[in-house]
């Protein structure tokens, strides 16, 4: 920003500042009288404002971050002359509520059984909305947040149609007599759950190079997946889902929804509504973390 950007938009933020030759603040047309700022009262307002020399802004290591609030394991790509709106909150919350409710019966929450409520979440919210996000990160170009978003959109509608009652008729056919019962189904659904591991693990290994908050989003998400599959096929003693392993999953679902959320909060937070940014962890090895210490080793060495 030059400084004669820095004088225009501080005399925007400032009152006007009346000469002394005009006490009532008119000049003899009647409109205000002000006049122009010294550079000596540019960079105190300047510190006042939160921008110019003063401000201690350091506007390179913020375009370097990888931020999970962007859906982005890569390095942090400046969103000012971006025509879209950053798609990646909304997916995460869709994600981060339908997991949460699935979760939280997984765990026996208020002696409920049936996961019959997660269907209309999964087909509204975790799925539609979800996966319209996910397009909308291909229109921005994020390979990474469009791939992700799009196919967890995809988990939960292939989820919703399993388990419709009385729709599909996949659950009741798989446990038909003719199928072998319910251990048809589980064994089923548990490699359903088994492929989703290995696709989570793959995106697992594309977050390494970003935040703490965005790894753990997908590192509790990829043990959630492995909990529940290892569940439906391990059964207990009874031919049922073994349910100690089953709760287990729904503790690390919930991790991984609140992480969602987290990274959603982070994505949504700025200037324009918060009056801080919600902080992400770098870790030391990732683009951003070497490029402050870095900084850090010159200012030592001059």
């Given at each position: 920003?030059?400084?004669?950007?820095?004088?225009?938009?501080?005399?925007?933020?400032?009152?006007?500042?009346?000469?002394?030759?005009?006490?009532?603040?008119?000049?003899?047309?009647?409109?205000?009288?002000?006049?122009?700022?010294?550079?000596?009262?540019?960079?105190?307002?300047?510190?006042?404002?939160?921008?110019?020399?003063?401000?201690?802004?350091?506007?390179?290591?913020?375009?370097?971050?990888?931020f999970g609030g962007e859906f982005q394991p890569g390095l942090y790509k400046s969103v000012?002359?971006?025509?879209?709106?950053?798609?990646?909150?909304?997916?995460?919350?869709?994600?981060?509520?339908?997991?949460?409710?699935?979760?939280?019966?997984?765990?026996?929450?208020?002696?409920?059984?049936?996961?019959?409520?997660?269907?209309?979440?999964?087909?509204?919210?975790?799925?539609?909305?979800?996966?319209?996000?996910?397009?909308?990160?291909?229109?921005?170009?994020?390979?990474?947040?469009?791939?992700?978003?799009?196919?967890?959109?995809?988990?939960?509608?292939?989820?919703?149609?399993?388990?419709?009652?009385?729709?599909?008729?996949?659950?009741?056919?798989?446990?038909?007599?003719?199928?072998?019962?319910?251990?048809?189904?589980?064994?089923?659904?548990?490699?359903?759950?088994?492929?989703?591991?290995?696709?989570?693990?793959?995106?697992?290994?594309?977050?390494?190079?970003?935040?703490?908050?965005?790894?753990?989003?997908?590192?509790?998400?990829?043990?959630?997946?492995?909990?529940?599959?290892?569940?439906?096929?391990?059964?207990?003693?009874?031919?049922?889902?073994?349910?100690?392993?089953?709760?287990?999953?729904?503790?690390?679902?919930?991790?991984?929804?609140?992480?969602?959320?987290?990274?959603?909060?982070?994505?949504?937070?700025?200037?324009?509504?918060?009056?801080?940014?919600?902080?992400?962890?770098?870790?030391?090895?990732?683009?951003?973390?070497?490029?402050?210490?870095?900084?850090?080793?010159?200012?030592?060495?001059?």
């Open positions: 920003m030059s400084v004669e950007q820095n004088n225009v938009s501080l005399e925007k933020d400032l009152a006007p500042v009346t000469t002394e030759g005009s006490p009532d603040g008119v000049n003899g047309t009647g409109a205000p009288v002000t006049q122009h700022l010294t550079a000596e009262e540019t960079a105190r307002a300047a510190a006042r404002f939160g921008y110019g020399p003063l401000s201690h802004v350091n506007t390179k290591e913020a375009m370097l971050r990888p000012e002359s971006r025509k879209f709106a950053n798609p990646a909150p909304l997916g995460l919350c869709a994600f981060a509520l339908t997991t949460f409710v699935l979760s939280a019966i997984n765990m026996g929450a208020r002696d409920i059984t049936a996961p019959n409520i997660v269907v209309a979440l999964a087909f509204g919210y975790g799925g539609l909305v979800q996966l319209l996000a996910g397009m909308w990160e291909m229109a921005v170009g994020n390979t990474f947040g469009a791939t992700a978003l799009s196919s967890y959109g995809g988990f939960w509608l292939s989820f919703a149609i399993v388990l419709t009652p009385g729709g599909f008729n996949i659950q009741s056919q798989l446990k038909s007599a003719d199928s072998g019962g319910t251990a048809m189904f589980d064994n089923s659904f548990g490699l359903f759950l088994m492929g989703w591991f290995i696709f989570t693990t793959i995106l697992l290994f594309c977050t390494l190079r970003s935040t703490v908050a965005f790894f753990f989003l997908f590192f509790f998400l990829d043990i959630t997946f492995l909990l529940l599959g290892i569940g439906y096929i391990h059964r207990d003693s009874e031919g049922k889902p073994n349910p100690p392993i089953i709760k287990a999953g729904g503790f690390f679902g919930l991790l991984a929804a609140f992480f969602a959320w987290y990274n959603a909060l982070a994505g949504m937070a700025d200037d324009s509504n918060s009056f801080f940014i919600f902080p992400v962890a770098h870790f030391p090895w990732s683009p951003t973390a070497r490029s402050r210490s870095q900084k850090k080793t010159e200012r030592e060495t001059v």
